[in-house]
């Protein structure tokens, strides 16, 4: 499959990609833009959406053959339309999770800034810096705006969570080779990170299986069926496991 992106003419066979530059990528097939250029997108922070045929598309964005590619970052039109629809989505889920009775609306646009009125509730500075502190939790997460954008839609109540435990979970599925877990699958991430690092452990040390990208499905399968199968209820094994896992010695 033959795509061009921005300058560069890329040729997408099965399972190989070559760039015109001497440098040739293995990927997988059904690969996003955003996992095929992972490191250019990361290198250059502008990057927030793609021209897909002169037309505009998210980064999760599957190419197929024969597409013209172009990244588009915020110094563009384009660009700079996308990152402020991207920050209005995280910052109503913020005041939906803080402040659910206040109607938020977005009136125009102003020279560098988006004019927004606030109805039904008082506009305080505690709330602005509540807010605000809301909004830097969940972007400190390390994510782009478009991933963190994509784990919102996928679970609303993520808002819901505290910092430190959504780090526990995404820094668990780090440690055991599950980095992309939270972007493909953030509903696990409503599973706890005691039930997981205790399943982990049992699976691997009781039952020799090797958990990966190919079978991690076992770690959030239902508490009926798990204690089906191996006669034990989620409470019986984390405390089987409790010393472990409160040490977080996983």
Do not use: H, W
Not at 31 to 42: A, D
Not at 113 to 140: G, L, P, R, Y
Not at 221 to 232: A, D, L, P, T, V
């Amino acid at each position: 499959m033959v795509i061009s992106v921005v300058n560069l003419v890329i040729r997408l066979d099965v399972l190989n990609l070559s760039i015109l530059k001497n440098e040739i990528l293995d990927v997988e097939e059904n690969k996003s833009i955003i996992e095929l250029f992972k490191n250019e997108i990361n290198e250059d922070k502008k990057i927030i959406a793609c021209d897909i045929n002169n037309e505009i598309k998210s980064l999760n964005y599957i190419p197929k053959e024969n597409d013209n590619i172009n990244f588009v970052d915020v110094t563009s039109r384009d660009g700079r339309r996308t990152y402020i629809r991207g920050l209005l989505f995280i910052m109503s889920m913020a005041f939906n999770k803080c402040y659910p009775e206040a109607f938020l609306s977005v009136n125009y646009q102003l020279t560098n800034a988006m004019f927004c009125e606030i109805d039904n509730c008082q506009v305080t500075d505690e709330m602005i810096e509540n807010i605000k502190n809301k909004i830097d939790d969940i972007v400190s997460l390390g994510y782009t705006l478009e991933e963190t954008i994509s784990m919102l839609k996928s679970l609303p109540a993520l808002f819901g969570y505290s910092i430190e435990n959504i780090k526990e979970k995404i820094d668990f599925y780090n440690s055991i080779g599950l980095k992309n877990l939270p972007l493909k699958k953030t509903k696990n991430l409503m599973q706890s990170a005691s039930l997981s690092k205790a399943r982990y452990l049992f699976y691997t040390r009781e039952c020799n299986i090797v958990i990966d990208e190919n079978n991690y499905n076992q770690l959030f399968i239902g508490s009926k069926e798990f204690e089906r199968k191996y006669k034990m209820s989620n409470l019986d094994l984390i405390e089987k496991y409790k010393g472990e896992i409160d040490e977080r010695t996983i």
